[in-house]
């Protein structure tokens, strides 16, 4: 299978087009189903963080007119 093959596939199990391609018929609500539930849960793999920091000065009221 060719690249863009492989990418037009992509899109149509692409869950914000995922209505658009059953719509047209290039998909069942079915196989979408089935896709979803073949791929590998990786919610352990997730990365999570804390607040972001703020950028250096962004306290600073120098700039501020009082």
């Given at each position: 299978?060719?690249?863009d093959t492989e990418?037009?596939?992509?899109?149509l199990?692409?869950?914000r087009t995922v209505d658009r391609?059953?719509?047209k018929g290039l998909l069942t609500?079915?196989?979408f189903e089935k896709h979803v539930k073949a791929l590998d849960d990786v919610a352990d793999k997730g990365v999570y963080g804390g607040p972001q920091e703020e950028p250096a000065g962004a306290d600073d009221d120098?700039?501020?007119s009082e």
């Open positions: 299978m060719s690249r990418a037009k596939n992509e899109r199990y692409d869950k391609s059953i719509k609500r079915k196989d120098s700039t501020s």
